[in-house]
């Protein structure tokens, strides 16, 4: 679904920071060997985390669902000094080209990744997180939010993608989807969390920014 007209998304495109090339390759890279390339951030989205991340220069960053590793590189540039982010992925078969985008971008010394499940997972990590990013399977996005709430601290944030999920949320005449139905779900939950704070942004597919009292 697009929310601008595609003129007005080539300026925007076009006066945003460009990409540094080893992202440029990998996105080449995704959209020419990897089904759904479409799940990408891509420079206007990754330009964004990345500028999140560095105007909260976090310590310890979460992100649940790596694919290729795009939107990891680009959140690492936020990273304090010693940071790590952590990052999560349950398809085994992306795990070689996101390890190896990881150290074209010379990051690969402050990425951890886990093969597996995040519902799993996550509990397993002993950390306090000054960020996190959701862009995993839709249907626990709910879970997911449970899960790292207590491991976030206060003050600190979280940013699910997807929260638009093409227009999707608004309905119409056929029953929508467990994915749409999940995403809905979680929308609402954010909106009455009296734990945080938030705003949902427009950006390609929604992105929902939400803040821990």
């Given at each position: 679904m697009e929310f601008i007209s595609a003129e007005l998304n080539e300026y925007v495109e076009s006066h945003t920071q460009q990409e540094p090339v080893v992202l440029a390759e990998l996105f080449r890279e995704t959209h020419a060997n990897i089904l759904m390339?479409?799940?990408?951030?891509?420079?206007?989205?990754?330009?964004?985390?990345?500028?999140?991340?560095?105007?909260?220069?976090?310590k310890q960053i979460l992100?649940?669902?790596?694919?290729?590793?795009?939107?990891?590189?680009?959140?690492?540039?936020?990273?304090?000094?010693?940071?790590?982010?952590?990052?999560?992925?349950?398809?085994?078969?992306?795990?070689?080209?996101?390890?190896?985008?990881?150290?074209?971008?010379?990051?690969?010394?402050?990425?951890?990744?886990?093969?597996?499940?995040?519902?799993?997972?996550?509990?397993?990590?002993?950390?306090?997180?000054?960020?996190?990013?959701?862009?995993?399977?839709?249907?626990?996005?709910?879970?997911?939010?449970e899960l790292v709430l207590p491991k976030?601290?206060?003050?600190?944030?979280?940013?699910?993608?997807?929260?638009?999920?093409?227009?999707?949320v608004l309905g119409g005449t056929h029953k929508p989807d467990k994915d749409t139905q999940a995403i809905d779900a979680f929308n609402k939950k954010v909106h009455q969390d009296e734990r945080v704070e938030h705003v949902l942004l427009p950006l390609r597919d929604g992105i929902m920014l939400i803040r821990k009292k």
């Amino acid at each position: 679904m697009e929310f601008i007209s595609a003129e007005l998304n080539e300026y925007v495109e076009s006066h945003t920071q460009q990409e540094p090339v080893v992202l440029a390759e990998l996105f080449r890279e995704t959209h020419a060997n990897i089904l759904m390339p479409r799940m990408i951030s891509g420079n206007l989205q990754g330009q964004i985390l990345r500028m999140i991340s560095l105007m909260i220069r976090p310590k310890q960053i979460l992100e649940l669902g790596t694919y290729t590793g795009y939107s990891a590189i680009c959140l690492s540039d936020g990273l304090a000094e010693g940071g790590i982010l952590h990052t999560i992925d349950n398809n085994e078969e992306l795990e070689e080209m996101a390890l190896k985008y990881f150290q074209k971008a010379e990051v690969a010394h402050k990425i951890k990744y886990y093969q597996g499940e995040a519902l799993q997972i996550i509990p397993q990590i002993e950390e306090i997180f000054d960020l996190v990013f959701i862009d995993a399977d839709k249907i626990n996005y709910s879970s997911y939010f449970e899960l790292v709430l207590p491991k976030l601290r206060p003050g600190g944030f979280i940013l699910a993608d997807n929260v638009l999920w093409s227009g999707k949320v608004l309905g119409g005449t056929h029953k929508p989807d467990k994915d749409t139905q999940a995403i809905d779900a979680f929308n609402k939950k954010v909106h009455q969390d009296e734990r945080v704070e938030h705003v949902l942004l427009p950006l390609r597919d929604g992105i929902m920014l939400i803040r821990k009292k």
